[in-house]
């Protein structure tokens, strides 16, 4: 949205972001100029007891990978951290509340002014128009729901490590991208990708068992992976004369079923890989800057995948 | 419905089946109470040359398999062949109206008393309220249509052989039943009981290519005819406390996929083979006279199968 300039203190990645001095939120040009404002709503209402308790709850956040509203993650902000800390008043009180979460839970903060269809609403104390809450994902939300429901009964931190394991007798497809890609743009680029790569896979009779983006690829799990060389393609309505006529001189083997005409054509794919390959050759689907740099397929076992 | 006596005279089957002697319709005890009223209108319309025109299109039906209103064929009874000729005149002008018909096509002796959804609808001129037609099935009232345009066309009659051939890489399971159960009650058993393994085979994730029932049996055609070991099962949704609990007691390794637990959890059904092969144990959804009698599978390549 606009620029900002990156760079290190005493190993310390610094952003700096300018924006524009503003009273309240109505002289807001750009969105950064909300910050200033969410620092000082949360200086004004945060006691000491409670600061500590927002270090304890993102660190709660981290070892259970929910933290971070960047693309890579889809999960909660610093600044939703302190929301639900001075919302629910301790560490203790937001992992009991969020244990018991529904979807569309509303947080709010004065008073409700727009409809949101987000799993999680917070209305940001600062802003009443906006949900704080929006770039949490359902996926991650979920995860905070039920590990702060496991944290209750065990009482105990514990790092989620998400190894992935091929399950027996199904097909892994990882495509890998050579590309140095700042992660806010790749990762909904490697989304996008996989969604198109997913259902034109499914259009051709594949079926995926499970698929997964990483920092470097896309990871397809096929649970149907390899297919007959023929398949039946339906044709016209055995009533329909002059559709019937071009589908016989088409055609060469014409049978009826039912009261549709039909006939066998050769598959496009007869492998998943096959149809990814071609996909990768075309590029068609990919994310903008994925159809660019190198991509190629690799399909021995991965037998760890973090993400 | 009723019983009647079945022998030999001069090599020809015969039939002996007794019938009350009425005059009006309206008198009828029993269904074939209406068969000589048939004879009757029929001898009283029709003229000399369309006897001979009757015989032709049966001999033509008889080659394109559509003759015959027994359960194992489903087509055009006799007396469906005699009224056609009464109701469109000649053999030809048949063909030339048959190779234009639509789905429900109505042909009404007289005025239609009901409403029928059969796909030919042929009103009885001696019964109004009776389809003469019903046991006609979309299939064969397909292939007449698409038969008598082929013949408009070329105009010589060819025998229809339903050759069998296996397409490349799919799988054939064949089930024989050991039976001499008369085709009346043997093809309906054998439609429903294929009707219910392919619905039991694709509720277990597996793809019909095609299948088919012949006189001793019923075909499969596999399109997946294997699957991995494993398949994910979705539990209940994450904000369902008791319903978790009771999943993650049950399952030991639990994910979250959107807003649901999911696990992994083993097939009962490796091979399609194995999923035939528990029904036939179980002879579930079988019809009921072949849950009686020798049921085996044979999976070579069959060359040929007549209907």
């Not at 203190?9 to 939120?25: A, F, R, S």
């Not at 990882?174 to 743009?185: A, C, G, K, R, S």
Request: glycine share 4%.
């Amino acid at each position: 949205e606009h620029p900002y300039v990156n760079g290190k203190i005493e190993n310390h990645d610094i952003d700096i972001v300018p924006c524009y001095k503003i009273e309240k939120i109505e002289q807001m040009k750009s969105s950064v100029d909300r910050t200033p404002l969410h620092t000082k709503f949360v200086l004004e209402n945060m006691s000491e007891k409670q600061k500590d308790d927002t270090r304890i709850l993102k660190k709660f956040m981290k070892l259970i990978n929910v933290y971070g509203s960047e693309f890579k993650i889809m999960g909660f902000s610093g600044y939703l951290c302190e929301l639900l800390i001075l919302y629910y008043g301790s560490f203790e009180n937001v992992i009991k509340e969020a244990s018991k979460w529904r979807f569309k839970q509303k947080i709010v903060f004065g008073k409700i002014e727009k409809d949101f269809s987000d799993p999680l609403i917070i209305i940001d104390p600062v802003d009443s128009s906006r949900n704080a809450a929006s770039c949490v994902s359902l996926q991650k939300f979920s995860e905070f729901i039920y590990y702060s429901r496991k944290f209750l009964k065990d009482k105990k931190f514990e790092e989620i490590k998400t190894e992935y394991k091929k399950s027996e007798g199904t097909e892994l497809i990882v495509l890998n991208f050579n590309t140095d890609l700042i992660e806010d743009l790749l990762f909904p680029q490697l989304r996008k990708t996989r969604d198109f790569i997913k259902g034109y896979l499914e259009k051709n009779d594949f079926r995926i068992y499970r698929s997964k983006v990483f920092n470097s690829g896309i990871l397809f799990e096929l649970e149907v992976f390899e297919l007959p060389k023929m398949k039946i393609h339906r044709g016209p309505f055995v009533y329909d004369e002059k559709n019937c006529e071009n589908f016989i001189e088409k055609h060469n083997k014409v049978f009826i079923t039912g009261d549709r005409l039909c006939t066998e054509v050769e598959r496009k794919f007869r492998t998943a890989k096959e149809c990814i390959e071609f996909l990768i050759k075309k590029r068609e689907g990919f994310g903008k800057d994925l159809k660019k740099v190198e991509c190629f397929i690799t399909d021995d076992e991965i037998k760890e995948l973090y993400d």
